[in-house]
C-alpha cells in the first residue's frame, strides 16, 4: 500500500453532521496536511499539522496526528453542502534539498465526501 | 494577486504528438512543483524547479519527459510523442522560497490532458 491512505474512500453524509476522515503513512514525516479538491479544480491548502504536535484546529476543522501510529484523522464539524469535495492528506519525508523543507509531497489517494442538503 | 495560472486547462493531442503544458507561479513564489493525476488516484510528484534549476526531477518518467523554469517566462512541462497512458490532470503548484511554509503548496487549476 501507499504513503498517505485515507479511508474511507467514500463517505455520504447529511448536513449537520460530522464527518471523519483518516490518513495512514508508512515513512517518518516533517509534516502531514490536509487537502480539499473540488471536482475538476486544483487542490486547496486546508491545514498542516506538524510531527510533533498531536492536534490542530481550525474553524471547522479539527485534525489529529499520532505519530507511533502514523496515521491522522480529519474532522469536519457541522458539514455543509458545500463541504462536498475530495479530501487528500499529503506527506513530506524527513529528506530535503539544501536542508530545507520543499514540497515534495506524498498524497493519498482521497477521500470523496458528499455532503447531502 | 492571480494565484498559479496554467495553460491550457484542456489539451488534446493524438498518439506521437507532443504536448506543452505552462504554468506561472504565483506571485512572489519561486519554486515550482509539477504533480500529475491519473483518474481516481492522488497525485503523484514529478519534479521540482527554481528559476533555471532542476532540483529534483525523481518523479519523472525517464523519457520522453522534461520540465523547465526559465530565468523569464512560465515554467514548461513537456511531453514527447505522447501515448494514452499520459491522459490524465497535471497540477502545477508554487511555494515560497524555502524554510518555513515551503511545502504548503498553492495548486493550480490544472490542466487535463487527453491523448486520443
Known amino acids: 500500500s501507499q504513503q498517505g491512505e485515507e479511508d474511507p474512500q467514500a463517505l455520504s453524509i447529511q448536513e449537520g453532521e460530522n464527518a471523519t476522515m483518516n490518513c495512514s503513512y508508512k515513512?517518518?514525516?516533517?509534516?502531514l496536511q490536509w487537502y480539499r479538491q473540488n471536482s475538476g479544480r486544483g487542490l486547496v491548502h486546508l491545514i498542516l499539522?506538524?510531527?510533533?504536535?498531536r492536534e490542530k484546529h481550525s474553524g471547522r476543522l479539527r485534525v489529529t496526528l499520532d505519530t507511533s501510529k502514523k496515521s491522522s484523522s480529519l474532522l469536519i464539524t457541522a458539514s455543509r453542502a458545500a463541504d462536498t469535495a475530495s479530501y487528500f492528506c499529503?506527506?513530506?519525508?524527513?529528506?530535503?534539498?539544501?536542508?530545507?523543507?520543499?514540497?515534495?509531497?506524498?498524497f493519498g489517494q482521497g477521500t470523496i465526501l458528499t455532503v447531502h442538503p | 494577486n492571480a494565484g498559479v495560472m496554467q495553460n491550457p486547462r484542456h489539451l488534446v493531442r493524438r498518439r506521437g504528438q507532443e504536448a506543452r503544458l505552462r504554468c506561472s507561479p504565483m506571485?512572489?513564489?519561486?519554486?515550482v512543483y509539477w504533480y500529475r493525476q491519473l483518474p481516481e488516484e492522488g497525485l503523484k510528484f514529478m519534479v521540482y524547479?527554481?528559476?533555471?534549476?532542476?532540483?529534483?526531477e525523481s518523479g519523472m518518467p525517464k523519457e520522453r519527459f522534461s520540465a523547465e523554469f526559465p530565468k523569464e517566462g512560465p515554467s514548461i512541462l513537456r511531453i514527447q510523442q505522447v501515448v494514452r497512458g499520459d491522459s490524465a490532470a497535471y497540477f502545477c503548484?508554487?511555494?515560497?522560497?524555502?524554510?518555513?511554509?515551503?511545502?504548503?503548496?498553492?495548486f493550480g487549476a490544472g490542466s487535463r490532458l487527453t491523448v486520443l
Open positions: 503548484a508554487s511555494s515560497p522560497r524555502g524554510g518555513p511554509g515551503a511545502n504548503v503548496l498553492t
Open positions: 515513512t517518518s514525516i516533517n509534516n
Open positions: 499539522i506538524r510531527s510533533n504536535e
Open positions: 499529503a506527506t513530506d519525508g524527513l529528506l530535503s534539498a539544501g536542508g530545507t523543507s520543499y514540497g515534495k509531497l506524498t
Open positions: 506571485k512572489g513564489h519561486s519554486h
Open positions: 524547479l527554481q528559476k533555471e534549476n532542476i532540483i529534483d
